[in-house]
């Protein structure tokens, strides 16, 4: 059974395949720069690999399933609108088998069918010397296939968490290679036409590299007859595109509705990102839609029957990132009936700015320390001051925390009324970030303390807070708009954080922490109460603690 996620692995694998083909490849060229001798001896090295009966299976079976599962997500793209990136990988991967036929009847099929001579010499006499028309397409080549795989390679890797700090070396190796394979390629060039100045040489070489006409007319044929293939095949995939939007007419069609109130009509079987992409709404997609970044994903209202099952693919990375029930991965929902979608990251974060983005930029799933806190009866003690006094306590409660939180090695994320969210372990891990959450509960506490008292003349009664803590996998990116883009994170363990907050005030203490921090901060909270809760997510209970007051930790 073809299963997405058996369809994104098989072509993760046959193109980093291909990808590494091409890599030795293009190294192999950039010895021009050094002698055609050494870039003859690095290839009969090489060839010993890739000629073998299985680098023959792995390499060709490689490029096969490659090329079938392109034609394959041509066929099941319902929109041809797409992000300028895949539009260019998408080109270049059907441009690479039209001048890909070329180079291999002249190489692999005429040493393999007539004996031909398939070295370094012979080719470059032919591409430099020769014929610079063909020795120009192979550039082209060079670059397109070097490009489609460095975009795939890209898509592939923007979703781990050490990507972005590799990104820099990682791009100026993209560069680097190419450049130096075309170099290497220039001066091997340069290297055989000054050996055929004297026209014996040429004479004698062209003798040894002739093939006979029939030879190079059958070659002729060969190439011809594989562009012609993959010709067919893409018109013929177009041709069921067609055939299939008319079927799919008399299924019906969906409406999606956006948060902007926009409503897109789409036929039934196009999925939600399409709509997004055939509507223009910008629409993050870090993945290119292959439903491994969940960065697409959004939150849906619709009644059950618009909603087909999740895929196991789906499921296992809505899971992942701790998602609510009611998201979806836009990439993977095919709706049957109307909906509400609201896509939950910012469009900014897409792959292409993936390209030049650094930090958080693209987004990544990491396990941190979340907190919350907010001051217990707020709103009715603001009703008894007057506005400016209302902005000057709270800006000094929110100096007094910030600090005890930056403090402690965290970061706020936000201010949200009179509530404070603070991440721990974003860039230092879930151990050290759950050790600065307790130590930051730890220091509000006291700092709360300090501020009661120097605050004791204004306030009709000290200020009381809540904090809540958790730890667990969530989504961390720079989300936002224009001006109001920073670093955040959502997911589950955010919402849970939160409610332990709330929960604060039934339960009659300052701080509640779930277990999973004390386990990864290694503290020993037994001798605080212990109590179980169901959280939405989750099968089994969360068991929490409950702190009468946050400097007790240190005790
Ligand atoms: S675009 Fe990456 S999961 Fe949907």
Known sequence: ??????????????????????????????????????????????????????????????????????????????????????????????????????????????????????????????????????GLLQVVLLIAAWTHGTIGVNYSLNTRSWYPAAKPALFAVAILVPVLALLGFWEGGREVSEMVVDPDVLARMLAHHALSPEAVAHLDLIRDWMRGTVAALILGVLVLRLVRRQWQRRRGTFRVTYPDGRRIEALIGTSVLEVSRMARIPHASVCGGRGRCSTCRIRVVAPASALPELSDAEMKVLHRVGAAPNVRLACQLRPTGHLSATPLLSPTITATDGLNAVGHMTGSEREIAILFADIRSFTELAETKLPYDVVFLLNRYFEEMGRAIEGAGGRVDKFIGDGIMALFGVDSGVEAGCRAALAAAAAMSDRLVHLNAVLSDDLPSPLRIGIGIHAGPAIVGEMGFGQTVSVTAIGDAVNTASRLEAMTKDHGVQLIVSEEVARHAAANLDRFPVMEIMVRGRVQPLTIRGIPLGSDLAG
Request: aromatic fraction near 8%.
């Open 1 to 134: 059974m073809l299963t997405p996620q058996l369809i994104n692995k098989t072509r993760l694998y046959s193109g980093l395949t291909l990808f590494t083909y091409v890599s030795i490849h293009l190294i192999n060229h950039s010895l021009g720069l050094i002698s055609v001798i050494a870039m003859q001896a690095m290839l009969d090295r090489v060839e010993t690999i890739w000629e073998s009966p299985p680098g023959t299976v792995v390499l060709y079976g490689a490029l096969l399933v490659h090329m079938a599962l392109a034609l394959l997500a041509l066929y099941r793209r319902r929109s041809l609108r797409m992000p300028a990136t895949e539009a260019v990988q998408l080109c270049l991967g059907f441009l690479i088998p039209f001048l890909l036929a070329q180079h291999l009847a002249a190489t692999r099929l005429s040493y393999s069918l007539y004996d031909g001579d398939d070295t370094y010499r012979a080719e470059l006499l032919r591409l430099y010397t020769l014929d610079p028309m063909r």
